[in-house]
């Protein structure tokens, strides 16, 4: 059965969501400022039968999995938090391997924490980094886009422990490879995101190909127009 158009749209503006944050928030190692340098990103469908955050447990909006060019990988996961709709934890590491044709390890060396009271860069927020130790393991394959479970545990430097437990629905990953090029300056990223969010909508709107490009005009001028001339 095919997701009704309202699950569509909600699942095309989480993946809008974390597109944005993988942009806009990817933390450096030492640095105070955001990188621009993610290069692949992969979104999974499916039902997370268990996530645990230092202690409280949640279930979740979305799962998806990040590369930058530098070599770090992230498995990030959406909360949902009635309380908190920026609450976002991520599974982060450098040290990735596939060890057999259908299953990938990434060793896990600190937890990327996101909250809507942490400070915000670009509008987005700026996550708390915890060190720590441990690991997720991805039953399936990026190269088919076919995945069954994504499982990881880790613990921070405070004993505070995290847990993932990922169950596919058997759809095929979204996956994306993102062509990189110069820094682009806040206007450019600001349009590059508007473009973004008007491509998704025309999908979620089932918009045909060929109507795809004027309706991504359409949206854009909607975007540029003040506040006050909107309907």
């Given at each position: 059965?095919?997701?009704?158009?309202?699950?569509?749209?909600?699942?095309?503006?989480?993946?809008?969501?974390?597109?944005?944050?993988?942009?806009?928030?990817?933390?450096?190692?030492?640095?105070?400022?955001?990188?621009?340098?993610?290069?692949?990103?992969?979104?999974?469908s499916?039902?997370?039968?268990?996530?645990?955050?230092?202690?409280s447990?949640?279930?979740?909006?979305a799962?998806?999995?990040?590369?930058?060019?530098?070599?770090?990988?992230?498995?990030?996961?959406?909360?949902?938090?009635?309380?908190?709709?920026?609450?976002?934890?991520?599974?982060?590491?450098e040290?990735?391997?596939?060890?057999?044709?259908?299953?990938?390890?990434?060793?896990?060396?600190?937890?990327?924490?996101?909250?809507?009271?942490?400070?915000?860069?670009?509008?987005?927020?700026v996550?708390?980094?915890?060190?720590?130790?441990?690991?997720?393991?991805?039953?399936?394959?990026?190269?088919?886009?076919?995945?069954?479970?994504?499982?990881?545990?880790?613990?921070?430097?405070?004993?505070?422990r995290?847990?993932?437990?990922?169950?596919?629905?058997?759809?095929?990953m979204?996956?994306?490879?993102?062509?990189?090029?110069?820094?682009?300056?806040?206007?450019?990223?600001?349009?590059?995101m508007?473009?973004?969010e008007?491509?998704?909508?025309?999908?979620?709107?089932?918009?045909?190909?060929?109507?795809?490009?004027?309706?991504?005009?359409?949206?854009?001028?909607?975007d540029d127009k003040?506040?006050?001339d909107?309907?």
């Amino acid at each position: 059965m095919r997701p009704s158009r309202c699950v569509r749209h909600r699942l095309t503006s989480v993946l809008a969501r974390l597109i944005a944050i993988a942009i806009g928030c990817w933390p450096a190692l030492a640095a105070a400022g955001p990188v621009y340098d993610v290069d692949l990103y992969a979104l999974m469908s499916g039902t997370c039968r268990n996530v645990n955050v230092a202690g409280s447990n949640y279930t979740c909006k979305a799962v998806a999995y990040f590369h930058n060019q530098r070599g770090r990988s992230e498995f990030t996961v959406v909360l949902d938090d009635p309380a908190d709709n920026s609450h976002i934890v991520s599974f982060s590491g450098e040290s990735a391997e596939r060890t057999q044709d259908n299953v990938f390890e990434l060793s896990v060396d600190r937890m990327l924490l996101k909250s809507r009271d942490r400070p915000r860069v670009d509008g987005l927020p700026v996550p708390l980094v915890e060190m720590s130790t441990g690991s997720c393991r991805q039953i399936g394959s990026f190269v088919t886009r076919q995945v069954s479970s994504v499982t990881c545990t880790a613990t921070d430097r405070n004993g505070k422990r995290y847990e993932l437990s990922f169950e596919s629905d058997g759809s095929p990953m979204t996956l994306r490879r993102l062509r990189q090029s110069s820094l682009p300056s806040e206007h450019q990223r600001a349009r590059l995101m508007a473009q973004v969010e008007c491509r998704l909508k025309a999908r979620a709107a089932q918009v045909l190909p060929r109507d795809t490009t004027a309706f991504i005009i359409r949206c854009l001028g909607e975007d540029d127009k003040p506040a006050g001339d909107q309907q």
